[in-house]
């Protein structure tokens, strides 16, 4: 774990948009044996939401391959977390197949709750979701909530001991393991949250507007934690409506518009694919798609 002392510059970062060159990981190719065919998650969602046979989401297609940040990026109510939850087995009408890296075979959810959750509960393990408001238990302590989310992954008392006392070093926690985190300020009980899903060390995190409520320190250390994470093999699927952000520290990308992609791949795909030339921000290339999407 980094101590803090290496975090320079703190002071002048106002927002992540003057994060620049945290990155440990600059790039998926960085991560070693990292070939083109080499992934650790496919979803195909052909049909989702929150109700049986009325679907808020059609047709997405989503990859996470080591090593690599995927932004789902789109507007406020464009399908971003219905995605996540789906992934994570809580919608009543999922009908998707998501494969995993080393599994013969596909996981289906057939559009009911019940294989949804039975999907989702196979993932454990797999994936760490970092929601973007915290998920708290009144009468859990900070130490208590690590020890649940241990005991579920099957996580040891003396691994859970190692790592958390690092996690909640880094991210200035360890003063208040005993506390209850239903009264921290927003900002804590977010890097609560960072703090148990750093804990499990998932093949892919599912990081929902990982930036809210967090101080610009939390954000730099967020960055960094997850840049070891790439480091060590894991991929990164995250959620945001800022795009310049989003450019900065994503390798690759699904633009989702009212319910179905709009686009994905790289920077260089998504210029081609709105037909704009290169240095175009991913901002235009988005407004763009979506305009055009919106054209009778």
């Known amino acids: 774990m980094k101590p803090m002392k290496h975090v320079k510059g ?18 998926v190719k960085d991560v070693k044996d990292v070939g083109e065919e080499d992934w650790l998650m496919r979803a195909a969602i052909k049909a989702a939401g929150y109700e049986q ?10 990859e996470v391959r080591p090593g690599e940040r995927v932004g789902l990026l789109g507007p406020n109510g464009a399908g971003k ?32 709750r019940r294989d949804g959750a039975e999907s989702g509960g196979a993932m454990n393990g797999r994936l760490a979701y970092i929601p973007e408001m915290p998920i708290l238990y009144d009468r859990f302590t900070l130490w208590e909530h690590l020890q649940l989310a241990a005991a579920v992954c099957g996580i040891s008392e003396e ?24 009264k921290f300020s927003k900002g804590m009980q977010q890097k609560t949250m960072l703090v148990a899903a750093f804990l499990l060390e998932p093949s892919v995190y599912l990081v929902d507007e990982p930036f809210i409520g967090l101080d610009p320190a939390a954000i730099m250390e967020l960055l960094e934690a997850l840049d070891e994470e790439r480091a060590r093999g894991a991929g990164v699927l ?23 992609a709009a686009a994905s791949g790289t920077v260089a795909d998504i210029r081609a694919a709105a037909g704009m030339p290169e240095g175009t921000p991913l901002f235009d290339c988005f407004h763009r798609l979506t305009r055009t999407a919106e054209t009778p």
């Open 10 to 27: 703190v002071k002048g970062v106002k927002d992540v948009k003057d994060v620049k060159d945290v990155k440990s990981v600059k790039n």
């Open 159 to 182: 691994r859970l001991a190692e790592r958390a006392d690092g996690l909640l070093a880094r991210f200035r926690l360890r003063h208040v393991k005993d506390d209850y985190p239903v």
């Open 81 to 112: 977390s219905t995605v996540m939850k789906g992934l994570l087995g809580q919608l009543p009408y999922w009908v998707a197949d998501v494969e995993w890296r080393g599994e013969q075979g596909r996981r289906k959810g057939q559009g009911s």
């Open 238 to 260: 995250l959620t945001t409506h800022v795009l310049d952000s989003a450019e900065r520290l994503c390798d690759r990308f699904v633009l989702v518009h009212e319910g179905s």
């Open 53 to 62: 046979g009325k679907a808020v989401l059609r047709d997405v297609a989503i």
